[in-house]
């Protein structure tokens, strides 16, 4: 099977982080790439799952890589779209942190980056939220849980999408057509993309678990 360039990446760089509810390190770091090739089942299950997001290609490319790891479980499905999600926003973050120290921004991109490094670290403790709250399922009521995370991450698809926003035409701090803006947006919609995702492949899993709790 061929995978994409961004495929590759995950494969090279991607760690699913296990995050503590007390702390806002890592406490353990897996990494998972197969040892063997899995079985094709996997890989279909994979995209057919990837069917009820809004963007199935990059679901896909971004989460057939652990195939062996989720197999045919929708939780470890939405599970590991979530902690993908949490490692390209915390790459992102260090990415506009590094861009808002860049000299020659204009003082509207200065001002509009300044806002996308406190937006995007407010996304990236609301995922870390979601991911130790996605451990912990089970503990006690998964439906008070599971809107806790459904909460957390639309809060993070907003604050992606106002980072955007500061750079559109009509935003914030107006049509900003420098590097600035070329940078962040191809960044932060990547993530918003995979956030988005990881909140459809959630949605789908709680919805298997509470239909099943009906029988």
């Not at 069917?51 to 470890?76: G, R």
């Not at 003082?107 to 996605?134: F, H, R, T, Y």
Request: proline share 3%; charged share 15%.
């Amino acid at each position: 099977m061929k995978f994409s360039g961004l495929a590759h990446a995950f494969l090279a760089a991607v760690f699913v982080f296990q995050y503590s509810c007390n702390q806002t390190t890592p406490i353990s770091a897996t990494k998972t790439t197969p040892t063997i090739f899995p079985n094709p089942t996997y890989f279909s299950y994979i995209k057919t799952s990837c069917n009820v997001t809004i963007y199935p290609k990059l679901c896909y490319e971004s989460l057939s890589v652990f195939a062996q790891s989720i197999k045919t479980n929708p939780k470890l499905l939405a599970s590991t779209a979530l902690n993908v999600s949490l490692t390209a926003t915390k790459t992102t973050s260090v990415i506009i942190n590094r861009l808002s120290r860049t000299r020659g921004l204009s003082p509207m991109e200065v001002a509009a980056v300044q806002d996308c490094v406190e937006l995007i670290g407010d996304s990236l403790e609301e995922l870390e939220k979601s991911v130790c709250q996605m451990g912990q399922l089970g503990d006690y009521d998964f439906g008070a849980q599971i809107s806790d995370i459904q909460t957390w991450i639309s809060a993070a698809l907003t604050d992606d999408g106002t980072c955007v926003d500061g750079f559109s035409e009509g935003g914030k701090y107006g049509d900003g057509n420098g590097n600035a803006k070329v940078i962040v947006r191809r960044h932060v919609l990547k993530v918003s993309h995979l956030t988005s995702n990881a909140l459809a492949l959630l949605n789908n899993y709680a919805s298997l678990v509470q239909a099943s709790l009906l029988h």
